[in-house]
């Protein structure tokens, strides 16, 4: 990885300044600050802090306080902070429990491709004197030259299928494996949540060892209240590798189904003997919120209102397009219907994405899917969550706003689109060709599949022929349901190389081996 334009910053230094500032979560004190730093009930700040959807200018930094306070961050070029003419100071909101005590951020005007380095400190609303110690993180804006590299890391799925914090593993330790590749951002893909899988303090594997979860009330039963999705964003901000990744890594965060329930859709009402609140727009309204609440996201305001679908500009050589399969899509069904206008990302998301496809400049547009495209994943018998349904010929049902977005994507000459995704929790990679396809009118293209971050693996599903899928990789247990402790966990990492443009996708597992790696070309429309 190159170094960032005039920063003179190498992933080395990071490396070493972020691990030694981050472990402890607590950092020099303000200037001034000493007095009052000796007072009692002070804001304290223990859920860590973390960086969204950053731009070559912008960034957007979120805390979660222990009791009213006034949130302030501070930002300089150095992590001593003693030179006043690079550091900042931003007023940010006071934090209440209108927001479950949480807040954002936002910073503009930043240089680009450079290393920041920031703090946050908490303030008691009525005597700024009374201060909470403050908690740091750093992160890189995006180049705005083209020469400069571009890494970033994408999984999902966290807390599944009852596996929580181990402490006898270390917690998610995956996330320090991802920490030590020191990319630019994490793309979370969706599942950051298991709201419908309740975490138990014992789980006997199959041969007959204990698995041991770290566990709270919220976490304890389904979540159906606000107040109860809240602690199910804030159970996994209880392990220390998640922290000390997310005060180093800016996320880019999307949402999927079990942000909510197991394969839900607007409108409908659960069968399921857990729940007393069975209508699934209300539960998804109140995780929605928290999610909005527990994420830097810049569509999303803190009471849920907002979007989840944007394009994040991450310099000129990628942008990102993070889509929403969940909150727009028609009833899982059979998927046979000829005529499909509503599909699975609704009709208004679908022209937002043909038009800022066409719209960007970047070399590279990678399109983030909470779901996979050419894969089957069944819902019950008879029904289909995702976009194939297993029938290879013409398309059909969501099939049809697929086959009209490629369609466009080569028709507009939209070069350079990549898709990834998570979702069926095991890792693999598809090529798509018009000669191997049902339907033809499209430019061939990759699409990479990695997860999950610590959640049960599961089988490999089929692939759908409408498209001409190849599977050039893949790896899954043989078995539903495997836990973390008996097969591996995964991520995806993609390199954009400044001097040549060229793109390396590689596929990861715990502890940073690569399994498959995949170099693509700048500038074509299809790959």
């Known amino acids: 990885m190159a170094q960032g334009s005039g920063g003179g910053w190498g992933r080395r230094a990071v490396l070493r300044g972020a691990a030694a500032g981050s472990a402890a979560l607590a950092l020099p004190a303000l200037t001034g600050a000493a007095p009052a730093l000796a007072r009692g009930g002070r804001p304290s700040a223990d859920w860590g802090v973390q960086v969204g959807d950053v731009t070559t200018s912008s960034g957007l930094v979120w805390v979660r306080s222990d009791r009213p306070a006034r949130m302030v961050v501070q930002t300089a070029a150095t992590e001593s902070f003693r030179d006043a003419k690079t550091t900042q100071t931003w007023r940010g909101p006071v934090l209440g429990a209108g927001t479950d005590f949480t807040g954002v951020t936002g910073l503009h005007g930043l240089p680009p491709g450079e290393q920041i380095h920031y703090r946050v400190l908490l303030a008691d609303p009525d005597d700024p004197r009374r201060t909470g110690e403050p908690i740091t993180g750093t992160f890189r804006t995006a180049p705005e030259g083209r020469r400069s590299d571009v890494r970033f890391l994408w999984s999902g799925d966290l807390a599944g299928q009852g596996w929580g914090i181990n402490p006898d593993r270390g917690g998610y330790r995956i996330y320090e494996d991802m920490r030590r590749r020191n990319p630019d951002f994490f793309l979370c893909s969706g599942d950051n949540i298991y709201a419908d899988n309740p975490i138990t303090e014992r789980v006997t594997l199959p041969d007959g060892r204990i698995w041991r979860n770290l566990t709270t009330e919220e976490k304890s039963k389904v979540a159906e209240t606000l107040q109860e999705f809240r602690g199910a964003f804030r159970y996994n901000l209880l392990d220390d590798n998640l922290r000390r990744f997310n005060a180093q890594v800016p996320t880019i965060t999307q949402w999927d189904d079990h942000e909510v329930h197991n394969n839900w859709y607007p409108g409908q009402l659960l069968d399921d003997d857990r729940y007393t609140e069975k209508r699934t727009d209300v539960l998804a309204a109140r995780s929605l919120r928290a999610f909005a609440e527990y994420f830097p996201i810049r569509t999303l305001r803190p009471d849920g209102t907002g979007r989840v679908y944007r394009v994040v500009h991450h310099g000129p050589l990628l942008d990102v397009f993070v889509l929403d399969m969940r909150r727009y899509r028609n009833a899982n069904s059979p998927d046979r219907q000829t005529d499909d206008p509503q599909g699975i990302l609704g009709a208004e998301q679908l022209r937002w994405l043909k038009r800022e496809l066409s719209r960007s400049r970047a070399v590279w547009k990678v399109i983030a899917s909470d779901m996979p495209l050419g894969l089957v994943v069944p819902d019950g018998k008879a029904n289909f969550e995702a976009v194939a349904q297993g029938d290879p010929g013409a398309p059909l049902g969501r099939e049809l706003q697929l086959a009209e977005l490629l369609r466009h994507i080569k028709h507009a000459r939209v070069t350079g689109t990549v898709w990834i995704t998570t979702d069926v929790h095991y890792t693999s990679a598809q090529h798509y060709a018009p000669e191997r396809a049902a339907f033809q009118d499209f430019a061939p293209f990759w ?64 502890g940073g081996d690569v399994l498959f790696s995949k170099v693509l070309q700048p500038g074509q429309v299809g790959q």
């Open 447 to 510: 699409e990479f599949v990695s997860g999950p971050l610590n959640a049960g693996g599961f089988q490999a599903v089929k692939l759908d022929g409408t498209f001409g899928p190849e599977q050039a990789f893949i790896k899954a247990p043989d078995r539903a349901n495997v836990s973390p402790a008996e097969s591996p966990q995964y991520f995806g990492e993609i390199d954009i190389d400044g001097g040549s443009g060229e793109l390396t996708v590689r596929l990861r597992q715990e």
